[in-house]
């Protein structure tokens, strides 16, 4: 699943982080000996490719006496007919026989066939459904209890059709609990170990309204209709509101579905369609093949009048017998936003297929655009579906980044089809790896290798670390959690959906990227390869993936990766230069320093595989060292510094104690930046002087031709600063301008011709700087471009003449920033013009591009109107409400009054958006700065639920904590080195 939306800069976040904004194994195994000849190999291999490692590293590493066996699949017992018994509901609720909230693990399941029938879609609210589901169930162990799940649904009939005992009539009675979201059947008396029996169950329920489950999404056709559409969305625990179903990960089965619905629409399903019979009434029946074997979660279902694009059918890259047929839904006024989509998602899958060596497992691959989606993205087998920013895309409305981020987004779930399809995780307590390698495979082999192909100049690995630092600020926190949790402390559903954050996707990818760059990337391809073809149709757990590593490696890597998986947080990694003797140390690192610390954070470590770039008299070279979980070592001597962390392939912060000898020019654009990025974290947290850090932001914006990362980091460091002072107005004037004069907005050249002439990275940055120089005046800007302000005029008059285009006027990567500008000199004029505009919006990063536009008005009024609007439905869609507020509070003049609705308005925003409420936690507090501001939260979420996301308050309060820090021991120190 992809939470992720267009990458920007979030000037909200109080480090001005980089960040997508708006927003998814178990087996023994058995050992046997090593022999030093697969040592020698090894070494051998290592030393021909290349790889320098040193002879401790090596040491440390390599697997002592033994190496795992790698786990095989079991075969499932067969099955025969059935035979049935029934039984009516229990006539009272009692307390549940079973208590937990994870099922039992005394059966497990091999198929549904799922029969539903939905008359009408054309009802506003409450659309009803009805429909049976057969289980085809197996008895791994004796019991008189099955326990399933089913949640806001009604149960009228239960059969259980024995297929042994004919006679037999074993069926007590069965309840629901809503506390638990199960469905509990009692038997007469146990079923025995082997048994086998089909579980049939009748039951109703309405369409949902909170795009979850089975719900209800509605839009406008092109002839100005309203148009409503069924469609699911089961990930992590929703699909147990659609049907009854075993709702686990590990409970795997092949899915069949036959559904009766209105005539005028057409149904979509994770397996291909077999044959659809008219019913009369203008109703018909659609009836599809089995799924492979999967889990519930990813189970989807789409009944609509969509329309789609002309399908395309690809050859299989290692079966030349097999096809993908693949076809994109959207509205019909937008399929041709949808070609750019369906030319990735045909490429991407041969990239993957070559990478995994494992093909598509299917003959076929619906991939849809709907109108109301919570997340990105989700990546149910065979039936994507989208939210419409995720994957449309206009060539001429549509921005550069836009283009990247369809590719991203569509990149990522199709990672999914192998890793979390293919391959699922055994319980969400590492949905990590899930997600982690989805980002990471996603972006590293199927963005970049796509992007590479296209002869597009995306900085696909860069912005990969720009959002890693948005990782590590959380990780940094005493709130945060490890990839690797335990089952146990993550069961209810609440808490399930807060491992979807970002540690689990980017901290995962995150560590990916380090452990890939330490073994090399054939070794990461032959030990994933192994991992998916032992795990074929199965669930794993993180243990079994290091067991691919190891046996790849050669290499003890379990035990390195277990030490970042399992352990919550990141390392201080500090090098001290003494004499030309460097000795490294470690620590955890904890942003807020007024939080107190338990002796367990103390103490953690890590294992550590250093890369670093260091100077003496005779050579500039970078090497590697592995630091194990000891606190300190000696590495190398006779130098004259030293950068650890060289190309910043690690997830961790270095704190260099000879920073101010560090020769800039020497190094490359990604150890600058971090070098900043650990410069504003040191600085937050309290290890690093004032000018120290305003001594490097200043050299590292002095370099002759600053890089993409670079500057971007510079960035980020002025985005911090601005918010954290943007509530003084005396410092933050002074602050500002010291700002806006580096960002130098008079010789920015933003004509069409020369934006189009520019490199990608380029661009982006002009953008980026243009940003935060409207964020600071915007009448200063169009004073000091001439050039600029001509574009803020013919803007406008496109929105005002219907027949006038700024197309090869206005580059569309710099649109939004002229429109911001066009508006901000005339909110009121304008803003009913570009209401308009945006209820019309047909272009999904349009529709965007006029929500950041009318957030960003300085009139307080129009603000509160825009928040108002978010209440209403009608007026902003549901899946759009977090991303409008956190525009709102992202803004200096927005922060008091989108902290005030979110109060105000707490209990309508949390029922509807549970699972995005972190989200809107994070964006409304994330700049406060005061103790009074402390206050208002502490008291606001001791009377206020937030269900399962209590983290998301901690998390919160520790930003705010920081925040405060900074402001009483570093802001005067600050300010007066940057006004030096």
């Known amino acids: 699943m992809s939470e992720l939306e267009e990458v920007s800069f979030w000037p909200g976040s109080a480090d001005g982080s980089y960040s997508r904004v708006g927003g998814a194994m178990h087996k023994e195994v058995s050992c046997r000996k090593r022999t030093v000849v697969v040592i020698a190999v090894v070494v051998c291999i290592l030393f021909i490719i290349g790889i320098s490692i040193p002879a ?3 040491q440390h590493l390599k697997n002592k006496e033994e190496v795992k066996e790698l786990p095989v699949s079991t075969d499932k017992p067969a099955t025969t007919s059935p035979k049935s018994s029934t039984a ?25 066939n799922i029969k539903l029938t939905m008359k009408d879609l054309n009802h506003k609210n409450h659309i009803p459904y009805n429909g049976t589901v057969d289980i085809l169930v197996h008895v791994a162990n004796s019991t008189d209890l099955i326990v399933l799940h089913a949640f806001n649904i009604n149960i009228s009939k239960v059969e259980i059709l024995l297929h042994s005992s004919p006679t037999d009539s074993i069926l007590s009675g069965y309840e629901t609990y809503d506390e638990l979201q199960q469905l509990q059947i009692s038997l007469k008396k146990p079923l025995d170990m082997g048994s086998n029996f089909t579980l049939q169950i009748s039951f109703d329920a309405t369409l949902r309204e909170d795009l979850h489950g089975f719900y209800r999404s509605v839009y406008t056709s092109p002839l100005d209709d309203e148009k409503a559409m069924a469609v699911t969305q089961f990930e992590a ?14 409970f795997k089965a092949r899915f069949k579905l036959t559904i009766t619905r209105p005539s005028h629409c057409h149904t979509l399903f994770n397996s291909p369609h077999n044959k659809t019979v008219d019913e009369g009434s203008g109703l018909e029946t659609d009836t599809f093949e089995y799924s492979p074997e999967m889990s519930s979660y990813l189970v989807a279902i789409v009944v609509s009048e969509l329309k789609h694009t002309q399908p395309l059918l690809i050859q299989s890259t290692l079966n030349a017998s097999q096809s993908i047929k693949i076809t994109l839904y959207g509205r019909e006024n937008q399929l041709s936003q949808l070609e750019f989509a369906k030319n990735v998602t045909a490429e991407v899958i041969k990239v993957f297929e070559q990478f995994f060596q494992v093909a598509y497992p299917l003959p076929k691959l619906d ?3 709907i109108p109301d989606f919570e997340n990105g993205a989700m990546e149910n087998w065979g039936l994507i579906t989208f939210r419409e920013s995720a994957l449309l895309y206009d060539p001429t409305l549509s921005s550069t980044n836009q283009q990247q981020w369809v590719t991203e987004v569509v990149a990522h779930e199709l990672a999914h089809q192998w890793f979390g399809n293919y391959v699922t995780m055994k319980w969400w307590n590492e949905v990590w790896l899930n997600e982690g390698f989805a980002t990471f495979v996603g972006e590293m082999i199927g963005t970049k290798t796509f992007a590479e192909n296209q002869g597009y100049d995306w900085p696909v690995e860069e912005n990969f670390l720009l959002s890693v630092t948005s990782a590590a600020r959380v990780d940094s926190l005493h709130s945060s959690h490890a990839l690797s949790r335990s089952a146990g402390s993550v069961e209810s559903p609440s808490v399930i959906d807060s491992m979807f954050d970002s540690i689990s996707y980017t901290k995962g990818a995150a560590i990916l990227r380090m452990l890939d760059s330490f073994v090399t990337r054939n070794v990461t391809q032959t030990a994933l390869q192994d991992y998916l073809n032992s795990h074929s149709y199965g669930n794993a757990e993180a243990s079994d993936l290091w067991a691919y590593f190891d046996k790849a490696s050669g290499l003890s890597i379990s035990e390195m990766m277990d030490s970042w998986t399992k352990t919550p947080g990141l390392p201080l990694i500090s090098a001290v230069v003494e004499e030309g003797h460097v000795t490294v140390s470690q620590r955890p690192f904890f942003l807020c320093q007024t939080c107190n610390s338990s002796s367990e954070e103390e103490e953690r470590t890590w294992d550590v595989p250093l890369q670093y770039f260091y100077k003496n008299k005779e050579v500039n070279k970078t090497d590697r060292f592995y630091l194990n979980a000891t606190k300190e070592s000696n590495i190398m001597q006779d130098v004259d510094w030293i950068k650890l962390n060289a190309d910043w392939t690690g997830f961790y912060l270095v704190n260099n104690t000879d920073i101010d000898l560090v020769d800039l020019e020497l190094m490359s654009d990604v150890d600058v930046a971090n070098m900043l990025h650990n410069s504003l974290q040191l600085i ?27 500057t971007y980091m510079v960035l980020q460091s002025w985005w911090f600063i601005l918010n954290i002072f943007d509530q003084n107005y005396d410092s933050y004037n002074e602050v500002s301008g010291a700002a806006y004069v580096w960002l130098n907005v008079s010789n920015m050249d933003v004509s ?19 940003k935060m120089a409207l964020s600071i005046d915007h009448d200063r800007v169009v004073e000091d471009n001439p050039e600029f302000h001509n574009l803020t005029v013919l803007w406008r008059r496109s929105i005002e003449e219907t027949n006038f285009s700024y197309e090869g006027i206005i580059h569309r990567d710099i649109a939004r920033e002229v429109g911001k500008c066009s508006f901000l000199t005339d909110e009121g004029g304008m803003w009913s013009l570009l209401w308009k505009e945006y209820s019309d919006a047909t272009v999904p990063s349009w529709e965007t591009d006029l929500e950041v536009i009318l957030t960003s008005a300085k009139d307080i009024t129009l603000l509160l109107r825009m928040l108002d609007n978010c209440l209403n439905e009608e007026k902003i869609k549901q899946d759009k409400t977090i991303s409008i507020i956190s525009l709102i509070t992202g803004q200096r003049r927005g922060r008091a009054v989108g902290w005030d609705f979110m109060r105000t308005n707490w209990d309508f925003l949390y029922d509807r958006h549970k699972t995005q409420i972190s989200r809107l936690v994070s964006a409304s507090t994330s700049t406060f700065s005061s103790h009074q501001r402390l206050q208002e939260m502490d008291e606001f979420f001791e009377k206020n639920k937030v269900g399962g996301d209590e983290r998301a308050v901690s998390q919160a309060r520790e930003i705010v904590l920081s925040n405060i820090f900074f402001m009483e021991n570093r802001s005067g120190d600050i300010l007066n080195s940057i006004l030096k």
């Not at 069409?752 to 380029?762: E, F, I, K």
């Open 684 to 710: 937050r947290e309290g290890s690093l002087s004032s000018q120290s850090f305003i001594s490097t932001l200043k050299r590292a914006m002095a370099t002759e031709q600053p890089g993409y990362l670079t």
């Open 367 to 369: 991939i849809v655009a």
């Open 752 to 770: 069409y011709g020369a934006l189009s002439n520019m490199a990608v990275t380029d661009r982006e940055l002009l953008v980026s700087k243009l």
């Open 56 to 58: 401790g590293m090596l």
């Open 237 to 250: 625990t929703h699909a147990r509101k659609a049907f009854p179903c075993f709702d686990e990960p590990d």
């Open 88 to 112: 009516q509901p229990s006539p009272s609720p009692h307390s549940p026989k079973w208590s937990s909230q994870r099922l039992p693990r005394t059966i497990y399941v091999s198929e549904y």
